[in-house]
């Protein structure tokens, strides 16, 4: 059975000496010193490794069944939201105004890793709720604040998203949800919501569904869309629960993965929704959710990689098969640990390498999530807007790609259900999928982001990685970040004038090439995270820090991340420049 | 539900225009014209898509059950096995001697790839009663044929191959089976095979395990190895079954995929066996049936992937979502087909171009078999051992990662198991896995094959490749087929030469390259297969040939594997030629 080692010296390193958080100049900071944050992440690696890692396989077998309109979670599930509500965990970067303690996001960022680590299905139901808060706080009115954040921040209840519907998912400018507008001001949501993850369950008292639903008068397509509160059932005005909603879960799916997740067909039959923000502005509000669930949901590809690692670290280094080739390492046993051959090697540094480079990408994005936050830097904002994509794109595909490998390394027994290691990859994998399945993300990336603003943010991004590149001339410890770094970014910057010069006249020209575009992006951005870590480790050796194995591990783990991840910049670059014409070249009717 | 349909055209077009069989000296070739494999093609076909297809998601559903040492298989896979032994499909490539039809491995192989590409998990108890009886074959005493051979050849009995223990896989040196000998010439077996494909079952009157065992005086390690016949039921001099033998199925396990396929733990309680080939050569033995296997392994590969591949391609036609970004192709409709969109089209063709290199590749090898078998001809027989890894290693990893593009085109339906995209994927995993994981492969080609017979297999494949590039010197129509070969093989040439000037001082250099070298390899095998594919269509396409959409759309397809997958070649180079030093500077405990 699997288990689980909360990484919190990584974390540390990231917050202390990468960020160098303590030193930023984003209101709340400050406070963060390396004894608080360690408390903090300690506190929480507790729970996710003792409480919610144990029921990740108990999820997975169980999964969650539906009697008579009410789904039941797997055993111990309860208990465990239990302790995640008493700890206050869901509060953690949320306004105390609410009942949240006001940290920054970085930290609920870290401490969210530690639970996806542990136990992904589990933690959906908590993450759904922060997304849907997120959106209530950034559209809902005053009234509808009070009304529904205080229970949702501690987690009596629960919160979803509900977006597609049988016949669309991407294109939701065709969905059928209707809203007709009551008399009291309320509004009768009916109609059929699909994949809604946490949709029914028994973990919380009442569950706040936000709904994309279509009113009157607001035209063809996403314009006539509008964002709804349906809560399961309503609140009375003294904040009491009052009467079901005409909302029901009619099945659950049978799925790949997160078996511990209810994924629910939602009917909604004339249900009482209440608009949120403006009518007919109902996908602009619903892009704040998304925007945050999208960087939720790259952690979780990475997350889960980091969990997979773990434990084909542990057997790499514990299972006796055949001799290192330059000399047995352990003689008087039968054969020599799994970890000597240097393609069981290859395979653990392909995933540590990644894992390491992609916690440093999320943490670094939280980071310009609070700078945008809390002092409404626009630059950071675009940034992440620009970044978004690729971390939910190339992190959950990388993230499963890495899952797989760790299974690999235990053989036949990878295979087998009992040792857990199929859990991670059939959970990783629907991260590629949902909250906008990952070719969308290319499009989003080269499609919509690489131009806004005028290319604003793209040019800064570039900018920032040239002054990376700069700042490290002549320094030969570094060469091997710089040099690579440089390379590839110029390979990125060559693909993007390919798009500008060919998207003009066919568009097709560039979203040939967007999804290799949004990998030979992700690995640039990985190389800068590797290059700032190589920096940030030397920097803390020769200040004479005291766990030099620690901070020598971080730096040629990095440098294997350069050599040997960033070759595939030049494949991706080529892949783009043949332009549309072998991909178009068949007629759909010739395949 | 998934449905499939027999390739049928394609092979003709691999059988025909490019391997020419009839036009070959292979004994037995003359007579496959194409009216007469077409027949078999067809007829096989319907079997795979009308019986054999409909059983792949029951078979997932239900998995197998063991009740008081029985196993159980799915509903309906016994009706099924009846047709597949009536058809007398089991035979097809077997010797007439025995009750096989005596035709050529290539057809067999062509069989093989719909029934697996039908039902991969039913298709196993055949395909290693197959393997069992190449090895009987190869080093049985005539009695031992007589007695088993012709009800294995009908199917009225299985086979099986019992390698695995709990404590070893690869590293078989360490199996701790043992082999008493007994006064009347026969064996005792002791001990515990697990991960055992179709140990027990109820499709089949008696099964023959063939058990890798250690007799007394054979030394350490694999040395002291034997093969040994065991059969389930003892068989008597009349040849009626006999006495139950002392084995049975203790568990069976609960895996990722491939659940309608009992997967066994045996117990050996002084079991008899029977000594098959020279004692203490059983490890010589078990190669003949790996070697078969790993080819078949190989075909599971593509053949899931296109599986796969045409159902995401029906998706593609028929789910209505967003618009084709150059004008609506479905204006009447409330959205265009998936297919419309370049990242759609970028991924179907990643599949149909891999798929159909993939089958090339493999009907070449099948051809290679027959040759080596049928003329005695040892260059092919070099070239067919030397391929062998890549066959199994490279097709099985690019198999799976295609059904997980196909289930990709499915977004969140993909995931749905009612949808049957996800058996694809969980069932072309385990491919990585079984007969050597596909690291196993890598060493085999690099550690092994590479220098075998003095390196002389693969200067023959360079010559070859170097022959096709300047057979098409000149030919401007050829052009996107030949340079990226050349530059393809120059860059695997390059990886051999790395590995020559490196390895000899330290063998991790190659070692750490071993998995990169497969792909590299792979990559331009089906560049090779794509080459002569391209020729091939031409060349029907001058002489007026009638299907010339077809044809057309083979070279397009190539010419896309050309442009979008060759690239890949330089990846791999330049990751091998970082050498062993990023891949092991890490000592074990600082990981």
């Not at 009697?67 to 239990?82: C, H, L, M, Q, R």
């Not at 036949?412 to 629907?430: K, L, P, T, V």
């Not at 320094?475 to 060559?494: H, I, T």
């Not at 991340?561 to 960033?566: D, K």
Request: charged share 20%; hydrophobic share 45%; proline share 4%.
């Amino acid at each position: 059975m699997p288990t689980y080692t909360p990484p919190l010296k990584d974390m540390q390193f990231l917050l202390h000496d990468l960020l160098r958080i303590t030193a930023s100049d984003v209101p709340g900071y400050a406070d963060l010193d390396p004894s608080f944050t360690g408390a903090i992440l300690e506190e929480a690696g507790k729970l996710a490794a003792e409480v919610l890692a144990p029921l990740n396989a108990v999820g997975d077998r169980q999964g969650c069944r539906l009697e008579n309109g009410v789904v039941y979670t797997p055993d111990g599930f309860k208990g465990a939201f239990g302790k995640l509500k008493d700890g206050g965990w869901n509060g953690l970067d949320l306004p105390q105004e609410f009942g949240g303690q006001g940290l920054p996001y970085v930290m609920g960022t870290a401490v969210g890793e530690m639970m996806v680590s542990a136990n992904m299905a589990f933690n959906m139901y908590q993450g759904l709720t922060h997304g849907a808060i997120s959106t209530i706080l950034a559209h809902g009115s005053d009234e509808q604040k009070a009304t529904y954040l205080p229970k949702m921040v501690s987690l009596d209840w629960t919160g979803t998203m509900n977006l597609t519907e049988p016949h669309c998912g991407t294109d939701l400018g065709m969905i059928r949800t209707r809203a007709e507008p009551q008399a009291d001001g309320s509004y009768a949501i009916t109609g059929q919501k699909i994949f809604i993850s946490a949709g029914e369950h028994d973990l919380a008292e009442n569950i706040i569904h936000l709904v994309l639903a279509k009113a009157p008068g607001g035209g063809e397509g996403t314009k006539g869309i509008s964002l709804f509160i349906v809560p399961k059932f309503l609140v009375n005005a003294d904040g009491s629960l009052g009467r079901r909603n005409a909302v029901a879960c009619g099945k659950i799916e049978h799925k790949m993965g997160i078996h511990g997740n209810a994924t629910c067909v939602m009917n909604y039959d004339g249900a009482t929704g209440f608009l949120v923000g403006d009518l007919h502005r109902g996908m602009r509000a619903m892009f704040t959710m998304m925007n945050e669930a999208r960087l939720g949901v790259g952690l979780q590809g990475y997350a889960q990689a980091e969990a997979a690692y773990q434990n084909a670290l542990a057997y790499a280094k514990d299972r006796l098969q055949g001799r290192d080739v330059t000399g047995a390492k352990n003689p008087n046993g039968p054969a020599d640990p799994l970890i000597v051959h240097p393609d069981i090697r290859r395979n653990l540094m392909d995933q540590k390498s990644f894992v390491e480079g992609a916690r440093a990408f999320v943490f670094w994005g939280a980071h310009l999530i609070d700078r945008s936050h809390r002092t409404g830097d626009t630059a950071a904002e675009g940034l992440i807007s620009l970044m978004t994509p690729v971390i939910k794109g190339f992190l959950t595909d990388k993230g499963f790609e890495m899952t797989v490998a760790a299974q690999q390394v235990f053989g036949g027994h990878g295979y087998i259900e009992e040792w857990g290691m199929s859990q991670f990859a059939r959970d990783a994998r629907i991260a590629m999928i949902y909250e906008g399945a990952n070719g969308i993300q290319a499009l989003d990336l080269v499609g919509r982001k690489l131009a806004s603003d005028g290319g604003r943010h793209v040019m800064a991004f570039f900018e920032m990685v040239k002054a990376e590149v700069k700042a490290h001339d002549g320094d030969a410890r570094m060469a091997g970040f710089a040099e690579p770094l440089k390379a590839a970014s110029k390979q990125l910057q060559q693909a993007g004038m390919f798009f500008m010069q060919h998207g003009m006249k066919n568009p097709n020209a560039a979203l040939s090439g967007s999804y290799d575009f949004m990998h030979l992006m992700g690995h640039v951005c990985l190389g800068l995270m590797w290059t700032r870590m190589a920096k940030a480790a030397y920097t803390a050796l020769d200040a004479g820090a005291a766990d030099r194995e620690f901070l020598q591990a971080k730096i040629a783990t990095g440098r294997y991340y350069m050599a040997r991840h960033l070759p595939a910049c030049a494949m991706h670059l080529a892949r783009i420049e043949t332009g549309a014409e072998p991909v178009m070249a068949l007629d759909a009717a010739a395949f």
